[in-house]
């Protein structure tokens, strides 16, 4: 039966839906801007959590992660050698050179946003810039390959080339986090196929138009390797080193990739 999985493709969403999509996406993209406005030093994040739960209420959304599986947030607040899922609190109080990612999601209608970007507090050091910078340019590079007629792993091989791309561009060693990676998302916010941030082109679902991923690369400074904290959330470097966490949520359309999460920056 094997040759029927050529055949399969990711489950497309109608324009209208798209639009519902975005407008979710929309919210999580306003959502990102309130918190980062509200980064500085000396504040907690979980003063940035309270942040992101009224932005997302009073826009009349439900913040998608707060219960989500247990998890306590309405964000992901993954500072320095966090990669992903860092619990919202009140010991991690934000300091001139840290590296913050948030990772943030909004339900509308029925339809959920999911985004992420990383920021510093102040002045960076410049790898630590240099990884921010390359891993946003690896995203908007990767998601280029999100077109109808391709293969869920022509995404994640242009990520993968993209990644690789950057470290020439940027003059920076990048670490490509294994394990973790984008997924489909619709009415709920994750749903199959799982999307790996590298891998060889060519393979798994056909990419058809209204097919919509969250695309999601996790860069470090040192090492792909990763462990989880007892509090069975936190993901950090098994090195120490550094990461960043862009994503963005991208529908395939005859026009090309469009971004359902949208931010001005």
Not at 24 to 41: F, H, N, S, W, Y
Not at 56 to 68: D, M, Q, S
Not at 194 to 218: C, D, F, H, T, W
């Amino acid at each position: 039966m094997g040759f029927r999985k050529k055949n399969k493709t990711i489950a497309a969403k109608t324009p209208g839906e798209l639009d519902a999509m975005q407008a979710a996406g929309e919210i999580v993209g306003r959502t990102l801007q309130a918190v980062k406005a509200a980064a500085k030093p000396g504040v907690s994040t979980l003063e940035l959590d309270q942040v992101a739960e009224e932005t997302i209420r009073a826009a009349g959304a439900i913040p998608t992660f707060l219960g989500y599986h247990g998890f306590p947030g309405s964000i992901c607040a993954s500072v320095n050698e966090v990669i992903v899922h860092g619990i919202p609190n009140n010991e991690t109080v934000l300091q001139s050179g840290d590296l913050v990612s948030i990772d943030c999601g909004a339900t509308f209608d029925g339809w959920v946003g999911d985004s992420a970007w990383s920021f510093g507090i102040g002045e960076l050091d410049e790898d630590v810039d240099k990884l921010n910078r390359a891993t946003e340019w690896v995203l908007m590079e990767g998601l280029k390959a999100m077109r109808p007629g391709n293969r869920l792993t022509d995404v994640s091989h242009a990520l993968e080339v993209a990644t690789r791309k950057a470290e020439q561009l940027f003059d920076v060693h990048l670490g490509i986090v294994d394990g973790y990676g984008g997924h489909g998302i619709g009415r709920t916010m994750h749903e199959d196929p799982y999307l790996a941030n590298e891998g060889k082109p060519g393979r798994g679902p056909m990419i058809q138009e209204g097919s919509v991923l969250a695309i999601e690369p996790m860069l470090t400074l040192g090492t792909e390797d990763s462990a989880v904290l007892e509090d069975d959330w936190t993901v950090v470097t098994l090195d120490g080193s550094f990461a960043a966490h862009w994503e963005h949520t991208v529908a395939a359309t005859a026009g090309g990739p469009r971004i359902l999460t949208p931010r001005q920056e």
